[in-house]
């Protein structure tokens, strides 16, 4: 195949590379293309392509875009041979395993499946290890859809693996009520599947973390006479992908990390949902991936060439200090004679007459959902070969823990996922009397405490990390170079850094994620925190100037409706400590919660420690921290959370004066507080106490649940301003003065 | 200039540029880096360079960046000449502005107006043209400062130019309450400032929408024989702009779009707030923007080579069909003889120490705050120039319409910013009777219609036109050789796409931008939404796909937490219409809100036009639309929104017949109704009705508000699910039974 390789550059590149191969003595990185150079990437097949084929080719030829790298390696590995007619039938039968799937359905995305089941094929079949009787098996190569609308694609592929997951009841139900294939690929359903993905962009950001995760363990764990770590991560991308502004953040990084072991596959088909990518997407993406780090190959015929896409797979592997982006030009829809190559096939069923008639192209005689015997048993080794790839890795895992038995206690502690017996008591703890403090800082304490007993725990910023005060102070950071370190540097890319948690949350071998900003900036990442929620990744999201009280800045960088948007959203922690009890409280659930992501909003400004607040408390969500009623029915109940606990706090001692019995409740977190008995709440908040406030620096959407019709929510509703924190709490009333006096006119 | 130009390319470029002359007559796009040639960029200053740089030189000549392409001119427009002394007394002055009011507040980013103030100066002293006694004049240059928290970079260039919004006492009152300088340039508080920034790449973003406002208004309005619209768009980004994905979002767009006359400059100081640059971002930027269809220029010493710059500026006008991205490299901080080019210098006050040492270093012996009278007087006569630019303008304008009397007219309609009288009547209209659709088609009818109307409308989707029923039919895309049309074709970009909806908005040329996706992937776009809101940009979003009812997609699609998201946000108006009528009556509405941006959530399935709806009552927000009391105490209060309105409705109806009244109120936009009079309200939800049911395929978070603690709130706590959507309505108990029965729970 290196042959093949070497004379399937053009003459400019081969130019290119004798000129310069005197001056880089392994020629692993020549560049190939100069801007006036033509690119021509990997060899054509000789086989004549089909028409609609040679009709795109012609059509792209007059385009803008060039390619604009590639790179030709020596050391390649020879891909296993595989009779080419049953290679063909195979990559059919993913073709109409798809097809018939979303033809039964009346819905979905045949499209991609019918252009990526070449490169879907040779990954499933030749070149991916995994289990499929273990879909969990540490050590698999991770694959991830990030184009998520082809995920029959996917369903197709694990049901030929042998995953028990997918089988053809399952194919038949797609996209039906509680099937395991529902409309986007999704982690939670379907084993087999790493991530949810479908919201554009998503997936390859997971990808990236999943390629970090693997960098990260590999380089803490391997030894160099043996390896428990090695598994490369896979994704196929489409152009929505690489439009979407998360993909490029997420990319800058792992060019800038290295991810050698990252291996994306560029679905290069020219086809979006508003039609040809022309009228939006004319950038060249090679270039831009190259500007990235990244090692780029083309493959110019992804429909048939299939030899390219195993060499192509070869070469990325070749390059270990680079993730790489194999751009495989593909016909979507290929094969369907009337509709390939258009926006029609992107995102509808074929319809029955198209089915028809593509089955007459391809040669495809079999009724729906039919898999040939032989494509079957060829297909059938992978359950022996998987549970051979195990088994030898486990094997793997005794020698090394012979050898290094502390290590081994560790990582196997690490995959178990459960946490060190006794971690809890690293939490600091404080009292009224300790020296009061902001809560960002107080979370700085708490991390660099866990740290020391969380083997999993890692995290970093979004370059905020001297304002979050997120750094582990005990570790590096975590670059190309040093991997085994902990500190993660996202730069200014809060989608990306959340997406990367994802993926690194979803690697499945007990790694915890933070990740850090300024909480206005959740902005920023929401769509990939809603994954997290979604996708049941437990990434702990430190948020800190999480009010108004952060000043100056101003209401760009004033937080004001985002807790109520958090509040809202379905399997989402919203925990807002008040001092450092509650924030140890809050690190405790997060840390706990593996199956659910947790927001910490955290104060800029220093907040005194309060009696009564515990650790305990925050677990219920909401819980009294003082009152002087001796039964459970005190003259009015106060609520305050984070920074404003103290100020309901203070109030209520002030109306205590008058006489009054008072109630002070921190609402630390809403979905907690839903999660307790009936009991318990109505201990916290009688219901027979209709004299109700709340403070809180925010918006006071949603809060009428706890202060009822006749109580009253002090908050804002409006933007912030831009000044010193004390003159903007005074100016929106948010004080002990404002509190009291709304406190009188409900009692 | 030219010749200097010219002499100034690096060897190897000068190569390049003889050796392709022939086939290229004019050589204005000669690419002059071959992967292999050192870029060299524009001539150095022959001035020694100050210290610090010199040794911030050596440092990155080590690094892995390298520039990548260049771009020599022929036409070059000549600055004008000014005092070398005089250009940098009035630099330092710039500087310590910025300086003195961030050491008086002890709060602020003195590094960037440090490092940029040269760029700055000769931006507004030399370049751009406006006027500062009408900061609103039409054809003004716009500048947008992306890097929003080097806003005194900006506040001190008002000062100098004479706009009356930025006075000394404005300067000393820099980020203090109800200053007109807050933290991060807004456009609400600082006429002058044309957008507001601070949350990075979302400057760049608008800028993008500014320019592609002019090209659009240009290709409308101009004649062979008279221009009226003729401006640049000017930008500062910082390293944080660059990394953001947004940026790459709407540059991608900015280089396929041509934008030609946006001419940005990349602060490249190799600073951000967690360090050096080198820890997460190695990228090749020029390359990135090169690949993005961008016309790349390198001022290697932006300190002190003023002349660099200038030429850079001349060089970017002269490339007419690319934007530019000007890399200047800077000092952040330069001048501080302690703290430039360090991270400390970004974001805090330099502290008295330092700001002495700074003056002992650049020679600047004056008290804070003070603007040499030299400097003063320089800058004096722009008063006077802009009043001449503007008056030149009136003549142009003046003589355009009386030869062109009916486009001058559309022309100034736009700019006067008022609605065309009777364009309400334009909005289609519905009767029970009429054929069901789904709000996305009625959404489709009412803009087809108002296009016809409103000479401003404009906008797109983000590559879902098809499903959003965005298109405009009677006109064409927006594209670079078409840029008259009004159909804009964002690709898969949504926070690029607000950010530029912005950008088209506070272009103040009375355009009225919309733009469009699936409800749920607001998420991506919040960013640019919040900042809609806050800098009172009345972009109308049109967010289809808007409940659980799109079906098979599933929950990564479905949208849940984001109507009450919305709600809780301050600012923006949250809609969501149920029938054909309450479709234009949230036009209506949306049309109007010209400082309030509006959403619009519509439905994918068919909805029946229901008796009572009306536009009318979508202006109030919350209205009854059918009751049977005959008083205002109805037994029951039955409420809903969109799709669910249908649903509340047929509940009542079966109630009824039960001997029951019932009252079913829309809540098409919970921000309106809530800005009625008590009256009102009271006339719609009597306080003494507490039995009251809530239907809406969303979050109930925040119902209680209306339903109170009596009432039950039917709606969706959790994920979506991937099925056909009436499986989903029926699983999740969004039925007519359900209300029912609820309903008589609370009866």
Chains 1, 2 share one sequence.
Not at 73 to 98: G, H, M, Q, W
Not at 167 to 174: A, H, I, V, Y
Not at 298 to 308: K, Q
Request: hydrophobic share 35%; proline share 5%; with cysteine.
């Amino acid at each position: 195949m290196a042959a093949a390789t070497a004379s399937s550059l053009t003459a400019a590149c081969v130019s290119s590379l004798s000129a310069h191969s005197s001056t880089s003595p392994a020629p692993d990185h020549i560049n190939c293309s100069s801007p006036f150079a033509k690119f021509s990437g990997l060899k054509l097949a000789s086989s004549p392509l089909p028409s609609h084929h040679t009709q795109e080719k012609k059509k792209r030829s007059s385009g803008s875009r060039k390619a604009h790298h590639v790179t030709a390696t020596a050391a390649v590995e020879a891909p296993p041979k595989t009779d080419v007619s049953l290679v063909e039938k195979s990559i059919n039968t993913i073709r109409f395993l798809a097809v018939d799937a979303v033809e039964k359905a009346n819905s979905g995305h045949p499209g991609l499946p019918m252009g990526c089941a070449p490169m879907g094929h040779i990954l499933y079949d030749e070149i991916m290890r995994y289990n499929p009787k273990n879909p969990y098996w540490f050590n698999r190569d991770r694959f991830v859809l990030s184009a998520g609308h082809g995920c029959m694609l996917q369903y197709a592929l694990l049901h030929l693996a042998g995953y028990d997951s997918v089988q053809e009841e399952d194919l038949k139900q797609f996209r039906q009520w509680e099937s395991r294939t529902p409309g986007h690929p999704e982690n939670f359903e379907t084993p087999g599947v790493e991530v949810t993905t479908g919201p554009l962009g998503q997936g390859i950001c997971n990808a990236v973390g999943l390629a970090l995760a693997e960098k990260h363990l590999a380089a803490r764990f391997n030894k160099p006479d043996a390896t428990v770590v090695d598994h490369y991560t896979y994704c196929i991308v489409g152009d929505g992908c690489n439009m979407e502004g998360v993909s490029n953040e997420a990319c800058s990084l792992a060019g800038h990390w290295g991810l050698g072991k990252l291996i994306a596959f560029y679905d290069d088909n020219h086809i979006s949902i508003d039609g040809d990518t022309d009228i939006a997407f004319t950038e060249n993406v090679d270039q831009r991936f190259e500007a990235l780090g990244w090692h780029i190959i083309w493959v110019r015929n992804g429909n048939t060439d299939y030899d390219a896409i195993r060499q192509a797979i070869a070469d990325a592997k070749a390059v270990t200090d680079k993730p790489t982006l194999i751009k495989v030009t593909t016909t979507i829809g290929y094969g369907s004679p009337n509709k390939a190559n258009s926006y029609s096939v992107h995102g509808s069923a074929l319809g029955a007459k198209e089915v028809d008639a593509t089955r007459q192209n391809l040669g495809w005689p079999y009724e729906p959902f039919f898999v040939p015997e032989d494509v079957k048993s060829h297909w059938s080794r992978h359950t022996k070969l998987g549970a051979e790839f195990e088994a030898k890795w486990q094997e793997d895992l005794a020698a090394y823990e012979k050898k290094y038995p502390q290590e081994a206690a560790e990582f196997k502690s690490l995959l178990s996922g459960e946490l060190p017996a006794g971690w809890v008591d690293a939490l600091p703890k404080y009292t009224p009397e300790s020296a009061g403090d902001a809560t960002r800082n107080l979370s700085q304490a708490c991390l660099n405490a866990l740290v020391k007993v969380l083997p999993g725990l890692l995290g970093g910023s979004a370059d905020l990390a001297s304002s979050n005060m997120t750094l582990l102070k005990m570790f590096g950071d975590f670059q190309k170079n040093t991997p085994a370190e902990r500190n993660l540097r996202f730069g200014v890319r809060e989608h990306g850094m959340g997406a990367i948690c994802n993926g690194i949350a979803l690697h499945g071998s007990g790694l915890i994620p933070y990740c850090a900003t300024f909480f206005v900036f959740t902005d920023y990442m929401r769509g990939a925190m809603r994954i997290s929620a979604l996708s049941e990744a437990g990434v702990i999201y430190v948020m800190t100037h999480d009010s108004i009280g952060l000043g100056e800045d101003g209401p760009t960088h004033q937080p004001i409706e985002h807790l109520a948007s958090f509040r809202a959203m379905p399997n989402i922690l919203m925990l807002r400590p008040a001092d450092g009890n509650e924030t140890a409280g809050a690190y405790k659930v997060a840390v706990e919660s593996r199956k659910r992501p947790s927001i910490l909003a955290l104060s800029r400004q220093k907040l005194p420690h309060l009696p009564g607040t515990s650790i305990e408390g925050v677990e219920k969500g909401g819980y009294t921290i003082s009152c002087n009623a001796s039964g459970n029915k005190p003259d009015l109940i106060l609520f305050g959370t984070g920074s404003e606990l103290e100020i309901a706090y203070k109030a209520a001692e002030v109306i205590r004066k008058e006489g009054k019995t008072v109630r002070v409740v921190s609402m630390v977190s809403w979905e907690l507080f839903e999660e307790q008995s009936a009991e318990y709440k109505e201990s916290v908040i009688p219901a027979a106490v209709t004299s109700r406030v709340s403070v809180e620096a925010g918006s006071t959407f949603g809060w009428e649940k706890y202060v009822g019709s006749k109580g009253k929510a002090i908050g804002i509703d409006h933007f912030g301003a831009s000044a010193p924190a004390g003159t903007i709490y005074k100016k929106f009333g948010l004080t002990v003065d404002n509190v009291v006096a709304n406190a009188k006119e409900v009692m």
